[in-house]
């Protein structure tokens, strides 16, 4: 059985990856029976796409993975708090689970739709918070000098 932070630290490695491009440092894995069925990270920038969220991108991947647009069984690991557009995709996925590394004050759901996640979803924050904190912080230095 592996741990939430083993799984965070996989988000992480893709957060890495998207820094690395240019990109906002945000990465997700999706699990499914204790099996990472689906990884990304934000491709905004890439894609000229602003939908194309870490966390999107990874819910794609992961329901063409099982063939069903619902993810109950599933769990999310993503680096950042979804923003609200994020949210509103998780609740209509039906994700089982969230497991949220640092929270985003500015832009994430919980400032402005702090009920927005299906009602069966549960909710794990703070794991690994200052290492994503961390990556997030570096990377805006970066940019700003």
Same mark, same amino acid.
């Given at each position: 059985?592996?741990?939430?932070?083993?799984?965070?630290?996989? !988000?992480?490695?893709?957060?890495?990856?998207?820094?690395?491009?240019?990109?906002?440092?945000?990465?997700?894995?999706?699990?499914?029976?204790?099996?990472?069925? !689906?990884?990304?990270?934000?491709?905004?920038?890439?894609?000229?796409?602003?939908?194309?969220?870490?966390?999107?991108?990874?819910?794609?991947?992961?329901?063409?993975?099982?063939?069903?647009?619902?993810?109950?069984?599933?769990?999310?690991?993503?680096?950042?708090?979804?923003?609200?557009?994020?949210?509103?995709?998780?609740?209509?996925?039906?994700?089982?689970?969230?497991?949220?590394?640092?929270?985003?004050?500015?832009?994430?759901?919980?400032?402005?739709?702090?009920?927005?996640?299906?009602?069966?979803?549960?909710?794990?924050?703070?794991?690994? !918070?200052?290492?994503?904190?961390?990556?997030?912080?570096?990377?805006?230095?970066?940019?700003?000098?």
């Amino acid at each position: 059985m592996f741990s939430d932070e083993y799984f965070m630290n996989l !988000a992480l490695q893709q957060a890495e990856i998207a820094a690395d491009k240019g990109e906002i440092p945000v990465g997700a894995v999706i699990v499914c029976q204790n099996r990472v069925i !689906a990884k990304a990270h934000n491709l905004t920038e890439q894609l000229t796409d602003v939908t194309a969220h870490a966390e999107l991108m990874a819910v794609t991947a992961a329901t063409h993975y099982l063939g069903s647009k619902y993810l109950p069984d599933c769990t999310l690991y993503v680096t950042l708090e979804p923003c609200v557009m994020c949210a509103g995709v998780l609740f209509w996925a039906q994700i089982g689970r969230i497991v949220i590394g640092a929270p985003d004050e500015k832009r994430g759901y919980a400032r402005f739709q702090p009920s927005l996640l299906h009602p069966k979803t549960r909710l794990t924050t703070g794991v690994l !918070a200052d290492d994503c904190q961390e990556l997030l912080t570096a990377f805006f230095r970066r940019l700003r000098s």
